[in-house]
């Protein structure tokens, strides 16, 4: 019996990523050029430089915890044998629904599928305690859907609401209204850690804000009141945020 042969179906794929190539690298120069035109290249070496040699400078905190790895394909099985965690904090690099340089721009982590963020095994680094994520507006449903698949229940958030130097609202770009917040969810599984201490610290944080990605401080001081003396875990995390009696996992440590 004759089969229809795949190759015509091959070559139309083959045909159609080579448009695809063809569009993605008049796309690049014509961002090249709008780079040049606007003085955004030259502005992004000396960043880069500067990054280097805040790199060289850096000294991470004496009782701090960072590991430098890929979160994709880090040994969680060891890490969770070593040591449970009652608080896993994580700001994932969410993959935006639209192309519009915005929060993915100029940062070291690419964007990640909700797959490949749904594969971390989370399940394995706590057998009690709480979770808190950074979530960004068109991930909200996202979020509760990972909550709920690691075995945890939203009980709270955190609304951080972002100030000038000047101590006014910080406002940004969004789709319908101007942004000047982001939120961190709170979600807990299991019995309550025995060191809980409930009801100390507030759910709103006005806070400056810093560099590109850059959560604040006062988030890390909410954990450990809440959690006083407990076993801290931050994961996709960054060398500015590195902290006494932290473990942080990420690639830009």
């Keep these: ?43 992004t070496e000396a960043q880069s430089k500067t990054t280097e ?8 905190p ?10 994709m394909n880090f040994e969680w099985e060891k890490l969770a044998k070593a040591c449970q965690f009652d608080v896993i904090l994580m700001d994932p690099p969410w993959q935006l629904a639209s192309q519009a340089p915005t929060r993915g721009v100029a940062i070291a982590y690419q964007q990640l599928p909700d797959v490949c963020i749904e594969s971390l095994p989370i399940h ?3 057998t009690s305690g709480f979770v808190f994520i950074w979530v960004i507006n068109n991930k909200y449903t996202k979020a509760f859907q990972l909550m709920k698949q690691w075995g945890y229940t939203y009980v709270d ?17 969004g789709y319908y209204l ?10 807990k599984k299991g019995a309550d850690p025995p060191n809980l201490q ?56």
């Excluded at 040699?53 to 991470?60: G, T, Y």
């Excluded at 004496?62 to 979160?71: G, L, M, Q, T, Y």
């Excluded at 076993?231 to 942080?248: A, H, M, P, Q, S």
């Design 198 to 253: 409930k009801s100390v610290a507030s759910d709103v944080i006005f806070s400056e804000r810093r560099g590109q990605s850059q959560k604040p401080e006062e988030l890390y001081e909410i954990i450990e009141q809440l959690i006083p003396g407990g076993r801290y875990l931050e994961i996709f995390g960054r060398k500015n945020n590195l902290r006494d009696y932290w473990v942080t996992v990420g690639n830009e440590l």
């Design 157 to 173: 958030d955190i609304t951080w609401v972002k100030q000038t130097v000047n101590r006014r609202m910080a406002k940004g770009h």
């Design 124 to 126: 394995l680094l706590q």
């Design 178 to 187: 101007q942004h000047a917040k982001e939120t961190c969810l709170v979600g």
């Design 53 to 60: 040699v805040d790199l060289e400078e850096f000294k991470a």
């Design 1 to 43: 019996m004759d089969v229809d042969s795949p190759q015509p179906a091959v070559q139309a794929l083959r045909e159609r990523e080579q448009r695809i190539r063809s569009r993605m690298l008049i796309l690049e120069l014509e961002i090249s050029e709008l780079e040049k035109k606007c003085g955004i290249e030259g502005a």
């Design 62 to 71: 004496e009782w701090s915890v960072p590991i430098r790895a890929n979160v």
